[in-house]
């Protein structure tokens, strides 16, 4: 089984990688292709996934490839995990919106739509070339906004592309782990957008668990959401937030830590993956350790803003292991071989949560078989959150007919109606810093 990698020389891909190699199961993937536009970063790549398959018998073969439609043609899966503009790129939409007073964080505000705008038309094209050189090929995407892409790419795939995020899935683990549950075991009502879902039971052998959480000050507040949201805020809303409603729920104490850091996210990670890939420059480094050594900072300062703000300390050490290759191996493994599974997904809604339209791509969990990732109905969500995911949602909408059209008046309106950009003219400037930084969004007119 073929299975490609678009973004192929991205830090991450070595996690995919090693998750691949614990797979022996008869349908497994035997042959792995990268694609990247920069043929350096792949190489470096290559040189981590050959000292990871060194000691396993039978690993997958690895290539490479800058040409796109070499690396799609004849596949059986492809991840696209491709990053329009780079961590620079990621850095200058923090810089630009914090110029102005708001988010810049790479899915969420106006750092969300920067990135959008300048990805969904390079999705769009990924997606009409998988359908014409790959028909048959599941498009998995890991794409950031996850949500956001997934739509566009849906809109020429169908179902066949799904969108995956491991923070649900890290959620739900952390939730289990605090009640002394078996994550395996449990039922996780959880609906919403990518990083914009609440958690709102966990049912373990048919009997919600939740209540009890919630009920006890001391386990609420023991582990990361409860640290980062409090256990008064938590009790209150009567479900447990993704942590990237951070954002919302404490958007100024958030923008102020950004702002008085002294580099933002995406800045750090530029500077500190710039850092491993020359050091691949070097023909005798050891890849795999500087590669391990380089990941362990990185989980260990994810989301040290909103952290720092919250004094919620540092990140638990069973938090720092990633997840996001093992659902992705999981979905595989369900559509290759029918081993049927539930996983929350990025999927079309179907009629899933009925505020949203069939063709809105939401966040719930899936039952997955060989026809892919079929959404389970999910009860309606409580008035505030509903009221969000909709002005989400209408957002992304927006950016699509932006991205679509070429628009810059449809750009603007995506600004203005984020629920975390409070004013029209704030909107207009920020369309103006991003295409003067973004040669991607030249488009605009």
């Not at 966040?363 to 060989?370: N, Q, R």
């Not at 008035?383 to 008046?409: F, N, P």
């Amino acid at each position: 089984m073929k299975l490609t990698i678009l973004g192929g020389g991205g830090f991450r891909v070595p996690l995919v990688y090693g998750a691949l190699l614990t797979d022996r199961g008869e349908g497994r993937v035997t042959d792995v292709v990268l694609h990247d536009l920069d043929d350096g970063r792949l190489r470096a790549v290559a040189r981590v996934l050959a000292e990871q398959a060194a000691a396993v018998p039978d690993a997958p073969r690895v290539t490479a490839t800058t040409d796109l439609d070499e690396a799609l043609r004849g596949a059986d899966f492809v991840f696209s995990a491709i990053r329009v503009g780079g961590l620079e790129g990621r850095a200058d939409d923090e810089r630009v919106a914090l110029a102005e007073g708001v988010l810049g964080q790479e899915t969420v505000g106006a750092g969300g739509i920067a990135y959008g705008l300048r990805t969904v038309p390079v999705a769009v094209d990924i997606a009409r070339r998988a359908a014409r050189l790959a028909p048959d090929a599941w498009v998995i995407n890991f794409t950031n906004p996850a949500g956001l892409v997934t739509e566009a790419m849906s809109r020429h795939l169908g179902d066949r592309v799904i969108g995956i995020c491991d923070s649900p899935v890290g959620l739900g683990r952390r939730i289990a782990r605090v009640l002394g549950a078996d994550p395996k075991q449990a039922w996780i009502d959880y609906v919403g957008l990518n990083h914009l879902g609440w958690v709102r039971g966990l049912r373990i052998a048919g009997r919600d668990e939740l209540p009890r959480l919630l009920a006890d000050p001391d386990l609420l507040g023991s582990f990361e959401e409860g640290k980062l949201f409090g256990v008064d805020w938590l009790q209150s809303l009567g479900a447990i937030p993704n942590e990237y409603l951070h954002y919302y729920y404490f958007n100024r104490e958030t923008v102020r830590a950004y702002q008085q850091a002294e580099k933002t996210r995406g800045a750090f990670l530029a500077d500190q993956q710039a850092r491993f890939y020359e050091e691949m420059r070097d023909p005798g480094a050891a890849a795999l350790a500087a590669w391990d050594r380089t990941r362990a900072e990185r989980e260990a300062t994810y989301m040290a803003e909103n952290r720092e703000s919250a004094g919620a300390g540092e990140r638990d050490a069973d938090d720092l292991s990633g997840g996001y290759e093992k659902v992705a191996l999981a979905l595989m493994r369900a559509i290759a071989r029918d081993e049927r599974t539930t996983l929350i997904l990025n999927v079309r809604n179907q009629g899933a949560l009925s505020v949203l339209d069939a063709d809105a791509v939401i966040e719930v969990p899936c039952l997955v078989d060989s026809g892919g990732a079929h959404p389970v109905a999910v009860a309606p969500l409580p008035e505030h959150a509903t009221g969000l995911v909709c002005a989400v949602k209408g957002v992304e909408r927006e950016v699509l007919a932006a991205a679509g059209s070429g628009s810059r008046a449809r750009a603007v309106k995506a600004f203005a109606l984020h629920p975390l950009v409070d004013s029209v003219n704030v909107a207009r400037r920020l369309v103006e810093g991003y295409t003067d930084v973004h040669p991607g969004l030249a488009y605009l007119k």
